[in-house]
């Protein structure tokens, strides 16, 4: 699992720094005043969909599914592979023609502002370019889950650094042939055009790299419209939990958006752009990582209940969580310390001021606080899928979701405007770190315990590991924002290098000494390509 996971985590990291790029670009180009909301409030829609997709609807229904058909069909189920990728490809273009045409009203359910205003005509404008991509993003997502099954995953993981480069292009040549800047008034339907289509067009790259990888893997597509024997039946009947979830969560996303568009109505440069700045950020650590160990598990782990081989699902969760948290620990406590340290060399350029860089970097704290709960959340969400229950991840999902609901409109109530969005981010913490307990609890009872005790007490060594890391990074902070007064573009250098760089090498040390064996296996495995 290491090693399948560590092609994934590579491939990843280098599309995520590509997506640092991509974000830097993309505040640099636009900011993240009322353009940015405008423009994040049109990308959130199909975004939001996307990762429901990957995480929700492919893990816990089409995966299992392929398994399942290619370890019980005659032709090892590629005739099922075929029906499964026509289907997802006809039904999501029409689903993206629609959504395009209802474009007006989507805006309105995911925001608060007024029709006739210019940040609800731009974001529709925006809306009508970019909600298109969900065709593009349902065909690379199926095609990416066969690729998975088959132990391929590499594309996957690779294609979205071209999607990043197409974007970046797009916006660089926005910032070079507009005259508007951040500014909303100034922006032509030209400009708009330039930002919509670009963004779309990176999508169809990144589809496009999946279906040639697939290609590759001996998958030649056949278009099979003989749905009878698509087991829709059976998609339906594990799905319906899933399509529940699915609206659970969404409705807890648009009351998020509709509170962070609210506050940036008051307080300009604290709305949806500071959001989902730092949303971002505080998913490249579970992207990385988590994501890479989770693809990796899924299929081994569905296959081990499949058998009936209960030791094996619990062992496969304890090492996925180890060592997922292994890394996820340290990175947690470094963005609680270092966030605006973080978000001012890759925001605070351009149209977006660094005060306002700053601001997503506070965001950013808070999320840290998230961290580990959210990736044990969606580790614990794979063990139902792979005994095929979908229904049990709906209730929890709920319970979460209206856990961080009510959480979200107290601290949206309670605090002013210039703190709502960080409020947004608390609220979330916690709820996930309720979800996990019940997650846990549930999972614990299908396989008969998940071996708390053992997983508790690795967690511990691997925090008391980190905390001189965190130590460590947070005197970075106070030496040289006292030398310096403040924190800009070279000082956030300084405290990143000796606050992250120095302090994960610590971490590093430490939990070596202390004999932590997910460290160490990550270090042997990268001294030994070092060392070739």
Request: glycine residues 10%; contains cysteine; aromatic residues 10%.
């Amino acid at each position: 699992m290491l090693k399948a996971s560590a092609i994934m985590a590579a491939g990843t990291m280098v599309s995520r720094v590509t997506g640092f790029v991509r974000t830097m670009v993309l505040a640099y180009a636009i900011g993240t005043a009322l353009l940015g909301d405008a423009y994040n409030a049109a990308y959130a829609i199909p975004y939001s969909i996307l990762d429901l997709l990957l995480l929700g609807v492919l893990s816990s229904v089409v995966v299992p599914m392929i398994v399942r058909a290619q370890q019980r069909d005659a032709d090892g189920g590629r005739a099922y592979e075929q029906r499964l990728l026509t289907l997802a490809t006809l039904t999501l273009a029409v689903i993206a023609v629609a959504a395009a045409f209802a474009a007006p009203l989507l805006i309105d359910l995911y925001t608060v502002w007024d029709r006739d205003s210019r940040e609800f005509e731009v974001a529709v404008m925006l809306a009508r370019f970019i909600l298109p991509q969900l065709a593009f993003f349902g065909t690379g997502a199926v095609a990416g889950a066969i690729l998975n099954t088959r132990d391929r995953f590499a594309a996957p993981m690779w294609a979205p650094v071209l999607n990043n480069l197409v974007v970046i292009c797009a916006f660089l040549l926005f910032a070079l042939v507009s005259t508007a800047g951040g500014d909303i008034a100034k922006v032509t339907d030209g400009d708009l055009v330039l930002l919509g289509l670009g963004t779309t067009a990176g999508i169809v790259a990144q589809a496009s790299v999946l279906i040639v990888a697939l290609k590759r893997a001996g998958f030649s597509f056949k278009p099979r419209l003989d749905l009878r024997n698509a087991r829709l039946g059976e998609m339906a009947k594990a799905g319906v939990w899933t399509i529940g979830y699915t609206v659970v969560t969404q409705l807890g996303f648009v009351l998020t958006t509709n509170l962070a568009s609210a506050a940036g109505s008051v307080v300009e440069g604290h709305g949806i752009s500071p959001y989902t700045l730092a949303f971002q950020l505080f998913q490249l650590p579970y992207g990385v990582i988590g994501v890479s160990v989770i693809t990796a598990m899924l299929p081994r782990m569905s296959r081990a209940v499949s058998d009936g081989r209960f030791d094996d699902v619990r062992s496969e969760f304890g090492s996925s969580v180890r060592l997922v948290c292994s890394l996820m620990v340290p990175v947690s406590l470094l963005l609680m310390v270092l966030g605006p340290a973080i978000t001012v060399p890759i925001y605070g350029h351009g149209a977006n001021s660094v005060a306002d860089a700053v601001y997503i970097g506070n965001v950013l704290q808070v999320y840290g606080l998230a961290l580990v709960p959210f990736a044990l959340f969606q580790l614990l969400l794979r063990v139902f899928y792979s005994f095929g229950d979908t229904r049990t991840p709906v209730f929890v999902g709920a319970g979460t979701t209206a856990v961080n609901a009510l959480l979200m409109w107290l601290f949206f109530t309670l605090l002013p405007a210039r703190y709502a969005v960080m409020g947004l981010a608390l609220a979330y913490a916690v709820a996930y770190a309720l979800g996990a307990l019940t997650a846990w609890w549930l999972a614990g009872r299908r396989v008969q315990g998940l071996g708390g005790w053992s997983i508790g007490m690795a967690l511990t060594r691997m925090y008391l590991a980190a905390l001189p890391t965190a130590v460590l990074a947070l005197g970075a902070v106070w030496v040289v924002t006292g030398v310096f007064d403040g924190l800009g573009f070279v000082n956030s250098l300084i405290v990143l290098a000796v606050g992250g760089g120095l302090g994960l090498l610590l971490y590093l040390g430490v939990a070596h000494r202390m004999r932590i064996p997910e460290v160490n296996s990550i270090v042997g495995m990268v001294a030994g390509r070092v060392g070739r």
